[in-house]
């Protein structure tokens, strides 16, 4: 009989609770689903043969999504049971024990389980052939069709037990809350929103937050260079994270309050209950704001860099690889031996030759000097790469016709710290600098690097000479390493030439880059790392509104109350609507501001490591932001249209 009452109560939890349950196995299926579509691509045979570094990506994009998964789907949760507190209760003051109730929620677990893991794996599946078309899309793979994504066992297999896993913890963590309180601290419970800060915590709070967010920010704005950039960014997220939060607590409690003293605003009907109702919501919800505010931040962080990544692919081609093939790094074999062995198969257009240094050295304020024998005397702050080249193989590489006098040399950069000086100390002389138009590095380097153009020869003795490295076998310096390429295009032959390739590159022992290798490693590598970002994006966006749904049913309940009371006292329900309309619109605008402020500061560190990828365009970098911001903004608008249509619902019950 028990069991048969139980049966009941939980068919009917699923029908009256389904504006909690649906959205939350919605949210949850998706985010499930995509586990399954990397989980699959992965094993995919196709993926494996021919693009063997995307499987690798896959899996840390695989562990990202998962952690961040299963972080929103506990927070979730968290807000389904908080608004059933007061369910529960009634049920054990009828007569259901605590026993009967946990049996109530395993039942109702073990249904959403299963329409979880069906819908995550059906509709990861038929999802996934999108996906996998438009994966190859993005690393230029051709031949493919439906095909060659078939269903994958193993992935539906691991998802399953993913989310049974995730299931446990839940069941686990709902099996505390219901075992550690009685009815009556349920009941309490529901009705109650985060804890209140103190006075004095929020003084402490304002002052660690604002140190914290300016220390961010500082950091931020004062990087310079992609190995400074790379080594700040931890440090400058974990500030801002920080912060942010510190400063909801405080900042947003402390305005509230002014305005609150100050008679002419407080005591006029329209601001009233607008301060009064915003400073309860608060104190009691600025946590949750901070969570939208960091998730919306790394969502436009996370889309913008996706965006400018795909859009810079071509560029990031043509800056590798100036003509269409290239003999790299070749130091035992004579240039006329590689030019004789090339012309049996093929007729180039020129054999461009040019031999280059490759260094890093100390650089304080235009004083190169050359790196400390001892490691721990070296500063990371000064160390600089320069690729020296001379006049002739410069002009003969770039087809240029630059000129140089004694005592010149013309300098290149990929970045603006290296650019506008007049004079250097450079081989231990003072020698005066051309600053060129061009950047000459163009993508061949990830680093901010110098490129380096002297008149001759023996000027690039003295320095190979001058600027020695470190032998790492026998720990002694020796001079830097010279290295010959030769550029060519080819104008007949081209299909004899590329079926011979090996044989070419056996017999004068070294490789041929082409320009369709260069191509296809570009898409694969940044079409892996734009793929993650879109799969993080929708995890993200599932995520806020996952947050802000459940917050607004939430709140909706918890203010139900107070705005019934607030009629029953004469309130008109014009003065009422704009009450509601004014804290909804400032609590969830809120986020959207201090993440474009946080964007902002950002932007320049962001910009920076982009030059990992070898994409320096600055007006690509800020039409892709602005673009993403805008559309973010569109997304998160129509968001809140829809969560506040259901706040409005609930309140007016």
């Known amino acids: 009989m028990t069991l048969n009452l139980i049966g009941k109560l939980v068919l009917r939890n ?36 021919r693009h063997e570094n995307l499987p690798s990506l896959i899996i840390y994009a695989n562990i990202l999504v998962g952690l961040l998964s299963v972080i929103f789907i506990i927070y979730a949760n968290r807000f389904v049971m908080k608004q059933r507190k007061q369910e529960f209760a009634l049920n054990m003051i009828l007569g259901l024990e605590k026993k009967h109730i946990r049996l109530m929620i395993f039942l109702e677990m073990v249904i959403q389980m299963l329409m979880t893991v069906l819908i995550s794996i059906t509709g990861g599946y038929l999802f996934g052939n999108i996906v996998f078309l438009m994966l190859n899309k993005l690393v230029k793979g051709s ?16 998802i399953g037990l993913l989310v049974a896993g995730i299931y ?14 009685s009815p009556i601290q349920l009941m309490r419970t529901q009705k109650a929103g985060e804890k209140r800060t103190r ?17 961010g920010y500082y950091r931020a704005v004062t990087v310079e260079g992609v190995l400074s950039s790379f080594q700040t960014i931890f440090f400058a997220v974990v ?13 947003t409690i402390m305005v509230l309050q002014l305005l609150k003293k ?17 400073l309860s919501r608060m104190k009691t919800n600025a946590v949750g704001l901070a969570s939208i505010t960091m998730l919306v931040t790394f969502l436009v962080v996370t889309l913008g860099m996706t965006l400018t990544a795909y859009r810079g692919m071509e560029s990031q081609v043509s800056g590798k690889l100036k003509q269409d093939y290239l003999v790299d790094s070749f130091y035992h074999t004579s240039a006329e031996k590689i030019k004789k062995e090339i012309s049996k198969y093929a007729t180039v257009d020129r054999f461009r030759v040019a031999q280059t240094i490759f260094f890093a050295l100390e650089n304080e304020k235009g004083n190169f000097r050359p790196l400390p024998a ?9 160390v600089t790469y320069a690729t020296v080249i001379t006049l002739h193989d410069h002009n003969e590489i770039h087809d240029e016709k630059l000129k140089l006098k004694n005592g010149e040399i013309i300098l290149s950069s990929n970045t603006k710290r290296f650019k506008g000086y007049k004079n250097v100390n450079f081989v231990g002389n003072n020698v005066k600098v051309i600053n060129a138009d061009k950047d000459y590095i163009g993508n061949h380097l990830a680093i901010d690097a110098l490129y380096i153009i002297v008149k001759d020869k023996s000027e690039l003795e003295k320095i190979r000479l001058y600027y020695k490295e470190i032998d790492r076998k026998t720990n002694k ?3 830097t390493e010279l290295s010959t390429n030769i550029e060519f295009n080819i104008v007949k032959g081209e299909e004899i030439f590329k079926h011979n390739i090996s044989k070419i590159e056996k017999n004068i022992g070294t490789r041929i880059v082409t320009k369709e290798q260069v191509r296809k490693l570009v898409y694969e590598l940044n079409g892996g790392l734009i793929f993650i970002g879109i799969v993080v994006s929708i995890v993200l966006l599932t995520g806020i509104f996952l947050v802000l749904y459940y917050k607004q049913l939430s709140e909706g309940y918890e203010d139900k109350q107070n705005y019934n009371i607030m009629k029953k006292v004469g309130l008109p329900d014009d003065l009422i609507k704009s009450t509601i309309h004014k804290q909804i619109l400032w609590i969830f605008g809120l986020p959207i501001i201090v993440t474009l402020i946080h964007t902002l500061f950002a932007s320049k560190i962001i910009y920076n490591l982009l030059g990992i990828l070898g994409i320096r365009d600055i007006s690509l970098f800020i039409t892709s932001y602005i673009g993403v911001t805008v559309i973010i903004m569109f997304i998160y608008g129509m968001m809140y249209l829809i969560t506040s249509h259901k706040y409005y619902k609930i309140i007016n019950e």
Request: with cysteine.
């Open 14 to 49: 699923f029908k009256t609770l389904r504006s909690m349950i649906v959205p939350f196995i919605l949210a949850s299926s998706v985010m499930i689903g995509l586990e399954y579509i990397m989980i699959s691509l992965i094993n995919n045979e196709y993926i494996q043969k």
């Open 143 to 158: 031949g493919i069709t439906l095909m060659n994504y078939p269903f994958d066992i193993k992935a539906a297999y691991i």
């Open 168 to 181: 446990v913890i839940l069941f686990i963590l709902n099996n505390i809350m219901i075992t550690i309180q």
């Open 199 to 215: 006075k004095w915590l929020i003084v402490v709070c304002f002052i660690l937050g604002s140190l914290t967010m300016g220390y």
């Open 239 to 251: 500030s801002v994270l920080i912060g942010t939060y510190l400063l909801f607590i405080s900042l």
């Open 262 to 278: 100050n008679n002419k605003i407080y005591y006029q009907p329209k601001h009233f209950f607008s301060i009064s109702g915003l």
């Open 374 to 382: 001892e490691p721990s005397k070296i500063n990371p702050k000064t």
């Open 477 to 479: 310096r020796i001079p």
